[in-house]
């Protein structure tokens, strides 16, 4: 670190310590992005948070908050420094009578439930995994699919955070409810959520029935109860079968049942589905086929086939989530979904005319089927500013995810993503903001979110107006330009994007260069450091309208804290999760697993290597490990500081 680190450092308290790493690679959970920050810092007290943000801010350096880096896109990228809460989770109260839960924000959702479930609750709704942590799924707006619940967001009832001045606040629907709004969808970009208030319910079961239709029924059904008959329903539509799989559950009193035994739902079924896709890479065209072949084996070749299983709300809400993806998902309004897919499946068929989307489907074949899931948020109070939800009409999500069969970016993803985001588009689509959407700018979010993104800006800037949380990802969407907004003192720009061999993207921002004889941002003429801020801040704070009569207590109070969690064991790396399948066996022998490989084998050896015969020209480039790959950014951040030493 620069040695004006140290100093600053030995002006903290020091018995509140720094537990902090200058080694740490970070990238997202689908390794579609990479960055390596300068300092990777893991709390577990608030006041080692506040620690951490005093230092930032005399060091002038941005802050990212990380969960578990689930976002698929840009957004958690940083060269500066980066805050992990995965220590930071233990839960501080349980009102039974109430039924709400306070936790520190950096508790997974699967451990919030597990501990739920110590006291006889659960969280309302889920999307499709539970290993996101609390304030990130929160903070982008993470969502399931019923037409009974909205956003995970909507089940806050308080928020305490950590500003840029280093102060906790605490806001609600009553204190502070601009704050709120803005926290319940922050970005990550208005400071660091320490503890969240969630509302949950009774500990229960649910049973679920999952059956396969042609998509005709599924649009007939539409306005005839398809999203109403059922808590929770979702859809995956299979557009090259035209059929759609229909998974829904309710609450109930049975015992738990699994769900019928198929040898090909588990570890069969992965590998199988994901060689085959890797061919398909190769030959798209294989696509339709695949899709045919891969969902019929698991949910069956028939119309009306079906799966059903018993078991408690908060695993069975639950999905696997299979491989390396992109994902791009886009709320429209719910009566504009039939029109919306009837068009994109001709789309995909071919039919451009009819489908009004102006792209070529030329040789284009996609991955994967598109995921269609609701939340309703109508009148419901208060609202995020951001949220992507709408207060007059239920909220369709249209999901459409392309996998990345071992790493490789899938070919048809550009066009795709082009087409798909044009029709949302003429919806007035709203994007998910932690996914991978390509065409979306500020004037874009300005025209559909109109004053609520105005007034999400104004409370930001009046929280953080140096721009402690703010990066390039948020520059590019949520920010006006820069010549209606200069970039902001600690705002993080981008240097550089750059395609990694192994697949994936390496992101490079330009602040803290002084590690490889860049300028520091510290060292620019006219930045200045210290104190100087500090007072800046504090002043800031006690002006500020919003944070009037917030000043907050700065030390934990050590008597609410009921239980603590103990360390879960979460391999980030690993795309296989350990989440069941729907059909899958568990706790399978040996024999059962050699059965499984052989006859998995028998079915990929002969088509790989049919396919190889033809491609034995492609070659596949050899994997990096982490520690080379990390060496590889350094020499491109070398590579560029020197362009631009000369270039000065
Ligand atoms: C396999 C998979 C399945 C998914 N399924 C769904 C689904 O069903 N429904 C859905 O809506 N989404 C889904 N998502 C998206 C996912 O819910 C979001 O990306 C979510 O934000 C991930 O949480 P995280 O803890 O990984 O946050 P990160 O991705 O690490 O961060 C997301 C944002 O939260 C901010 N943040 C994190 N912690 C804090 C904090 N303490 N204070 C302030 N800001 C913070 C970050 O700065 C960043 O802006 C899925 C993603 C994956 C990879």
């Known amino acids: 670190m620069p040695p004006r680190f140290h100093i600053e450092l030995d002006r903290t308290d020091p018995d509140v310590p720094l537990r902090a790493s200058q080694s740490h690679v970070h990238h997202t959970w689908a390794r579609t992005f990479h960055s390596r920050p300068e300092l990777y810092v893991r709390p577990q007290s608030l006041q080692e948070i506040q620690k951490v943000v005093k230092l930032a801010r005399r060091m002038r350096?941005?802050?990212?908050?990380?969960?578990?880096?689930?976002?698929?896109?840009?957004?958690?990228?940083?060269?500066?420094?980066?805050?992990?809460?995965?220590?930071?989770?233990?839960?501080?109260?349980?009102?039974?009578?109430?039924?709400?839960?306070?936790?520190?924000?950096?508790?997974?959702?699967?451990?919030?439930?597990?501990?739920?479930?110590?006291?006889?609750?659960?969280?309302?709704?889920?999307?499709?995994?539970?290993d996101q942590s609390l304030a990130g799924a929160i903070a982008t707006a993470t969502h399931g699919s019923s037409m009974s619940h909205g956003l995970l967001s909507d089940r806050v009832q308080s928020l305490r955070i950590v500003l840029a001045n280093s102060q906790a606040v605490r806001c609600s629907p009553q204190q502070s409810p601009d704050l709120f709004r803005a926290a319940l969808v922050s970005l990550g970009a208005l400071g660091i959520l320490a503890e969240i208030e969630f509302q949950m319910i009774e500990a229960n079961n649910v049973e679920w029935v999952q059956t396969i239709?042609?998509?005709?029924?599924?649009?007939?059904?539409?306005?005839?109860?398809?999203?109403?008959?059922?808590?929770?329903?979702?859809?995956?539509?299979?557009?090259?079968?035209?059929?759609?799989?229909?998974?829904?559950?309710d609450k109930t009193d049975k015992a738990p049942v699994k769900p019928q035994y198929n040898w090909y739902g588990g570890n069969v079924g992965f590998h199988t589905y994901h060689i085959?896709?890797?061919?398909?890479q190769y030959v798209p065209r294989f696509l339709p086929w695949v899709e045919w072949f891969v969902f019929g084996m698991q949910y069956g070749f028939n119309d009306g086939a079906l799966i059903s299983a018993v078991g408690e709300q908060r695993t069975e809400l639950l999905m696997n989530c299979l491989y390396s993806q992109f994902v791009n998902e886009w709320s429209i309004p719910l009566e504009k979904g039939p029109e919306a897919l009837t068009r994109l499946t001709n789309w995909l068929h071919g039919d451009e005319q009819s489908s009004g989307i102006p792209f070529s489907t030329k040789g284009l074949y996609v991955h994967s089927p598109i995921e269609v899931r609701i939340a309703n948020t109508v009148n419901r109070e208060p609202r995020p500013f951001l949220d992507t939800s709408y207060p007059n009409t239920p909220a369709l999500y249209l999901n459409a995810t392309l996998y990345r069969p071992y790493g490789q970016d899938p070919p048809c993803r550009e066009r795709y993503y082009q087409a798909f985001e044009h029709l949302m588009k003429e919806y007035n689509g709203r994007p998910h903001w932690a996914k991978n959407f390509q065409s979306v700018d500020y004037p874009y979010l300005s025209s559909i979110y109109?004053?609520?993104?105005?007034?999400?800006n104004r409370v930001r800037s009046e929280v953080d107006p140096e721009g402690m949380f703010l990066g390039a990802w948020h520059r590019r969407t949520i920010l006006p330009p820069k010549t209606d907004l200069p970039l902001l003192p600690l705002e993080e720009k981008e240097v550089l994007q750059r395609h990694r061999r192994t697949g994936g993207v390496d992101w490079i921002g330009e602040q803290a260069r002084w590690f490889d004889g860049g300028v520091d941002v510290f060292d620019k003429p006219g930045s200045e450091s210290g104190e100087s801020f500090d007072y800046m801040a504090q002043a800031e704070a006690e002006n500020s309208v919003l944070l009037e009569g917030l000043r907050d207590e700065l030390e934990l109070d050590e008597s609410r804290v009921s239980t603590t969690t103990e360390d879960l064991q979460y391999d980030d790396d690993s795309f296989v999760q350990a989440?069941?399948?729907?059909?899958?066996?568990?706790?399978?022998?040996?024999t059962q697993v050699f059965k499984s490989i052989l006859l998995s084998l028998s079915i990929a050896i002969p088509l790989s290597l049919a396919l190889l015969i033809l491609l034995r020209t492609l070659r596949t480039p050899t994997p990096l490990n982490d520690a080379e790959a990390s060496l590889q950014a350094l020499e491109i951040e070398r590579g560029l500081v020197e362009l631009m030493k000369r270039k000065n």
């Open 579 to 590: 989440k069941k399948r729907e059909g899958a066996e568990e706790g399978w022998d040996g």
């Open 213 to 249: 239709r042609p998509i005709e029924d599924v649009l007939a059904d539409w306005n005839n109860g398809l999203w109403t008959s059922n808590e929770f329903v979702r859809v995956w539509w299979l557009p090259y079968m035209k059929r759609a799989v229909v998974w829904r559950a």
């Open 450 to 456: 109109g004053t609520n993104l105005d007034e999400y």
């Open 61 to 130: 350096r941005r802050v990212v908050t990380v969960g578990c880096a689930h976002s698929p896109s840009d957004l958690t990228c940083t060269s500066a420094w980066m805050m992990n809460l995965d220590n930071y989770k233990q839960v501080l109260k349980v009102d039974q009578d109430r039924k709400t839960m306070t936790v520190q924000a950096g508790i997974r959702l699967h451990d919030l439930n597990l501990r739920a479930k110590d006291h006889g609750l659960t969280m309302p709704n889920l999307g499709s995994i539970d």
């Open 276 to 280: 085959l896709l890797w061919l398909s």
